[in-house]
C-alpha cells in the first residue's frame, strides 16, 4: 500500500477545487499581467536589488569639526595622516553595504579631486604634497573589492563667487562631467536639497538666494548624467531616479509606496509615497551610523550600536526603500575601529539571518494560478525575476506554504515584481498554530520587499498571504521565511575627550519652561519643550557650569525624532558671565540645517571666554511650529 502523507492530503485537498478551477480560467491565462501603473526604468529596477550601501561623508569639515563649512577653510586644513580607501571600502563591505557613495564636494566647495576648475581643491592641501586624489583612490578601491561607485556633487557652493548666477552652472555641469568621464562607472549620482544660503562666495560673505528648480534646469543636468552614465541613478530633485524620505533618521514611512505625483517634492508625501503616483521615484532613507554626518571627536560615544542598526535595517530595507548608511572617515582617514566594529556585528547579522530561505523546502500552492509559468512555486526559487500570478480578474487570491514540520522563523520577507508595478495594497499573513489559524500581520504596501519580524519564533503547519485589496492581480515573486540572528554585543565607547565639559555636573539656574534638566543629562531621547519664542519673548535658558571654566564654545542637538508639533531653534545667542549678573556676548548667529539634518550644532566663540555661567537665547524656530524642542546643551574648552 501506497505511503500518503500528510502534506501530499493537504496539497491534495487544496487543489481540488481551487487550483484545478484556476486552471480553467481563462482569464490571462498562460499570458504576462499587463503593469499596473508606473514601473521602474531597467536602472532603476536594478538600484533597487542593491537595497543598502554607504555614504561617506569627508572633506574639510572632517578637519573643522563642522558639518556644513562657510567655504572660508584654507584647503591647507585638509590632511589625515594615514588615509586607506581599502579600509573604508573593508568596513562597509564587513557592515553589508552593496556600494559606497562619496562626497566629492560639500557645500563648502571644496573639492576631493584635482580640478582644474577651481583652486579650492585637493591639489592646494598638504595632502601627498598636492598629488592626491581621494576620489581616485576610493574609485580603485571600490573596483579592487568589486563594489559600485557612486559621488554625490553638492548643487550650493559656498565659496564660489558666482554662485547664484548663470556662471556657476557652466562651472557645476564642468565639475558634473569631469566626475562622470573620470572615475569609472557610476551607479549614484546624488544631489543635495540644500540650495542656497549665506557663504563666503569669494569674499562677498553675503546670503544669495536662488529658485533652485529653476537656476539649476535639473531635467537637463539629470539627462546629461544620465547621457555620461547610463546606468547612474540620480537623487533628489524632480525628475530624478530616487527621492529623498523626508527625514535623515532612517525610518521610512509605513507604508511607502515607490510612485509619487508628477510635481514639487513634499516631504510628507516623500516619507509615505502615494499609491497610484503616476512617477516611479522610489525612495532612498538615509541616515549615519554617528549623530553627525562628519566625523566629530565628541561623538566617539555616541555611535549606534548594532541593534540598533538593525532596527533601521527594518524600517528602511524591510519597507521597501534602499538604506544608504552614512560611515564617516575620521581625521586619519580612516573608520574608527568602534565603527567598524559595529558594522561587522551587523553585516554578519544580517548575512547569517537571510542566509537561508527556511520557506525553501516548503510545497506552494495558491487559491488561484495564472498558469505553469506563473504558478505558486516561483516564490520559493530565489529569483527576482519570476513570479506567482493570478488571473486577471482575481485580485484577492491567497499563496500558501505547506511547511516541513518544526520549520521555525520569526521573519517573513515578501516582494513584488516590480517591473509590472506595485499592485497590492494591502495585505495579511497567518500562521496555522495547533490547527487554527491567526493572523500576523495586516499592513499596506509589499513594493520592493516587505521584511515582517515577529515577536519571537514559530514553527507553525503552513502560512499564508492573502491578498486583501489590489486593482490588479497580484505579481508575486518571494515569500520567504527566515530565523533572525543576534548581532554580537559590542561595548560601547566611553568618551574620554578632556576637551569636553560635563554637563551633569551643571545646574539649570532658569528656563523660561519647566524639564530643563533634561538637556544635561547626555541622553538624546530626552528634550526639553517649551512654548515656541515669539517677537520680544524668547525662549531663554541660563546655566551654571558649577565652577569657573574656560569656555570656547557650546554645542546644541535637535531632537532625533521627527517632531509633529515642535522644531529646533532657528538660531541663537549665546552670552557668558562670571557671576551671574554682568553678562558679556560670545556668539550669535544661525545654525545650518538644523530643521531637517537633526545633527548636532557646535558654535565656537570667537575666543576662549572665562565663565560661570552660559545663557543662550533663542527668537525663533527653524520652522514653523507651536514648540520649540531641544535634546542636549553641551560645552566645550578649546575651540574645536
Known sequence: MTDITRRALVVAGLATPAIANAATRSSGVGVPPKAYGATPTPRQWKWHGREQYAFVHFSINTFTDKEWGYGDESPELFNPTDFSADQIVA?????????????AKHHDGFCLWPTKLTEHCIRNSPYKNGKGDIVREMSDACARANLPFGLYLSPWDRNHP???????????????????????KLFEVWFDGANGGDGYYGGARETRKIDAPKYYDWPSIIAMVHRLQP????????????????????VAGDPCWPTM?????EQDNGNSGVRGGVLWWPAETDVSIRPGWFYHPDENAKVKSPERLIRLYDESVGRGTNLNLNIPPDRRGRIADHDVAVLKSFGDAIRATFATNLAAGAVAHASAERGPRFAAAQVLDGHRETYWASPDGDTKPTLMLDLKPGTAFDIIRLR??????????RFAVDAEIDGRWQQLAEHECISAQRVIRLPKAIAPRRVRLRILEAPACPAISAFE?????????VAPVVSNDPSLLDTREWKVVSASAPGAEKLLDQDAATVWTAPAPIQGKPAELVFDLGEQAVLAGFSLTPSRAVQTNGAPPKGYVASVSEDGVHWRDAASGEFSNIAYALATQRIAFDSPKAARYLRLRFEATAVPAAHLIIAEIGGFTTRR
Request: with cysteine; charged share 20%; proline share 9%.
Open 91 to 103: 568596513a562597509a563591505k564587513a557592515g553589508g553595504m552593496r556600494g559606497i557613495i562619496l562626497t
Open 162 to 184: 558666482e554662485y547664484g548666477r548663470p556662471a556657476y552652472i557652466e562651472y557645476y555641469r564642468a565639475q558634473l562631467t569631469e566626475l562622470c568621464t573620470r572615475y569609472g
Open 231 to 250: 546606468d547612474a541613478c540620480t537623487f533628489d530633485p524632480l525628475g530624478a531616479d530616487i527621492r529623498w524620505v523626508g527625514n535623515e533618521n532612517g
Open 261 to 265: 505625483p508628477n510635481e514639487p517634492y
Open 416 to 425: 513584488e515584481y516590480l517591473p509590472l508595478g506595485v499592485r497590492v495594497t
Open 481 to 489: 521565511l527566515f530565523r533572525s540572528v543576534a548581532p554580537v554585543p
